[in-house]
């Protein structure tokens, strides 16, 4: 039996010991708040979400107050409202005035918050923030003069994370949020995942952005741009653009790239696929030689920085594979030249991922060919919708380009890396195949498509019994990895991604972003899939000229040369 609680003159009813929140957001009621995190255990430092509680003198924090009896609660009486809007006005008070220029301006919460509340002034003067801006990583720019001290980044990071890279530092009025020893981004342990951007409510965190480094190259004589998206993308641009979110809108970014002057656009899904078919070759060497250890894909550039931080003796049980992007890369850089025939003029490779740390990835010394950068420059989401934005076309009225097909674009099952236990799925289609001669049907992989942080299930190819899964979340991939190591689970085939529920949930992602949005993104990708012609790598027409052409076979010293990679353990600042 419920409890009853009078709220605002009606009746709701909550259960015992959850809190006021909870209960007033479950009947829907909003009461805004910008320290409390879904999932996470509730602070109370913001004081945002106060309301008047009867019989009780002070306001009380609905994120942390839990109900034990009845109550009669007022959320937005005038002591509350006031409360609420001293509160916000004294995070304005030394706050940047640069909203026109921020990146987060149209999302920023602190904006929201002061609109809500009618604040058209300041009425309280601070001294402005001495703090300098860390620009220093690739993927993740951080402006401290913005950061509010909510502290969502520092849970993000440290408890669905496990990283820690981010830390309250000092007291009272110089209280800050600081990495390691106060250095820049790029010397702590950040592996530039890009949660901290999706948690931070103001622009104090926000992506190294690239897209107008670009313009130099469009048009430019001599230079052939050629970008390169991922399916995370395709599903979920939609929502920065006022269609309905989970939209396949890959017509529409090949359309409005071309017109945009790039030269070609493919999909990611293609490295994807011919990742695939490297990856079957590199499970079955190492089932053939007896490996005691899992398989652990490599294609989650977040999740590699963190073995070679944190688990350095787990690298020789990483696949050697490069990432689908990066092969993707590749593909463009050495094999793309001829199919167009490019001579002598440079190609200017450019990937749009949902993915903040393969900007990170892509400035690796492993993913250069003589020193030369395989992936040149590196936007998110957001970014790409800015461009879109920038480029004036009417997206209602626009005719779609049909894709060119002397140039091999497009993937099948590399579509479902985008999301978390996609990859599993699609590569044990290929090794059944492999191992069977038969195909295995979609619906028998059921089980990776559950809406679960772990995933794993059987799979009888021929004589073989094979153990996959997959995990997303580095603080459930943690645990998972002690287990293996102490011997508790035994599994042939592990797929990690560091960001909860996969690509779709990366850290370069519209904002704000939320559950019933990531099943929505997700559902997209399944769709693509379900609905697809072809659903195996090793079907793919593209995929076979691509071996015929360049690669010869999978595994062969042209693959290795191309696609394969080496990792290394990692000392930082802990």
């Known amino acids: ?106 999302s920023c919460e602190l904006q929201s918050l002061a609109e809500n509340l009618n604040i058209r002034e300041r009425r309280m003067p601070g001294n402005k923030s001495p703090y300098k801006i860390d620009r220093s990583s690739p993927a993740i720019v951080r402006d401290p ?42 010397f702590s342990n950040c592996i530039a995942c890009g949660q901290c951007l999706l948690a931070c409510p103001t622009g104090a965190l926000i992506e190294h952005v690239q897209f107008p480094e670009l313009d130099s190259h469009l048009h430019a004589p001599g230079k052939v741009v050629v970008a390169q998206y991922t399916t995370a993308v395709a599903v979920s641009v939609a929502e920065m653009l006022g269609k309905k979110p989970g939209t396949d809108m890959s017509g529409i970014i090949r359309t409005v790239l071309l017109r945009y002057g790039f030269d070609h656009v493919i999909e990611s899904s293609l490295g994807a696929d011919v990742m695939i078919m490297e990856q079957v070759a590199v499970f079955q060497e190492r089932k053939k030689e007896g490996s005691s250890l899992p398989l652990i894909t490599s294609s989650c550039p977040a999740w590699v920085q963190y073995v070679e931080q944190y688990f350095p003796e787990l690298i020789p049980a990483l696949s050697p594979l490069k990432s689908p992007q990066q092969i993707g890369g590749s593909l463009v850089k050495n094999w793309l030249p001829e199919i167009i025939q490019a001579g002598d003029k440079e190609i200017v490779s450019v990937l749009i991922s949902s993915c903040t740390a393969a900007k990170n990835e892509a400035r690796r010394v492993e993913m250069t060919s003589s020193g030369i950068a395989i992936i040149d420059y590196v936007i998110t989401t ?4 800015r461009l879109i934005r920038l480029s004036g076309l009417d997206l209602d009225h626009l005719e779609e380009i049909a894709p060119d097909m002397s140039v091999p674009g497009s993937g099948t099952a590399g579509n479902l890396t985008g999301v978390a236990g996609g990859e599993v799925e699609a590569t044990s289609r290929t090794l059944y195949h492999h191992l069977s001669g038969k195909d295995i049907l979609p619906s028998k992989l059921h089980r990776f498509r559950v809406n679960k942080a772990y995933r794993e299930m059987s799979i009888k190819a021929g004589k073989q019994e094979l153990r996959i899964a997959s995990v997303s979340g580095l603080s459930h991939a943690v645990k998972l990895i002690e287990e293996i190591k102490a011997g508790k689970r035994s599994i042939d085939l592990l797929e990690v991604m560091a960001c909860p529920g996969g690509c779709t949930n990366g850290g370069g992602q519209p904002l704000p972003v939320d559950d019933h949005l990531i099943r929505i993104r997700s559902k997209a990708v399944y769709d693509m899939d379900n609905g697809a012609n072809i659903q195996e790598a090793h079907k793919n027409p593209h995929v076979i000229k691509i071996y015929e052409d360049l690669l010869g076979e999978p595994g062969s010293k042209v693959s290795r040369d ?13």
């Open 562 to 574: 191309l696609l394969y990679t080496t990792f290394t353990k990692r000392d930082v600042l802990l």
């Open 145 to 186: 003069s913005k950061c509010i001290l909510c502290g969502r980044c520092v849970r993000i990071c440290e408890e669905r994370m496990a990283t820690s890279a981010l830390d309250f530092a000092y007291r009272g009025n110089e209280l800050r949020i600081s990495t390691t020893l106060g250095k820049p981004l790029n």
């Open 1 to 106: 039996m419920g409890i009853q609680l009078e709220v605002n003159g009606s009746l709701i009813e909550a259960e015992k010991g959850e809190t006021i929140l909870s209960a007033l957001n479950r009947n829907g009621l909003h009461v805004p708040t910008i320290c409390s995190m879904k999932g996470l255990s509730p602070t109370g430092a913001c004081r945002m979400c106060v309301v008047e509680v009867e019989g009780r003198e002070n306001l009380v924090p609905s994120c942390s107050f839990p109900v034990e009896e009845a109550l009669k609660i007022t959320t937005h009486s005038p002591r509350v409202l006031k409360a609420r809007k001293i509160n916000v006005e004294l995070l304005l008070s030394n706050h940047p005035d640069d909203c026109l220029y921020c990146e987060r301006n149209g």
């Open 382 to 385: 957001r970014e790409l919708a």
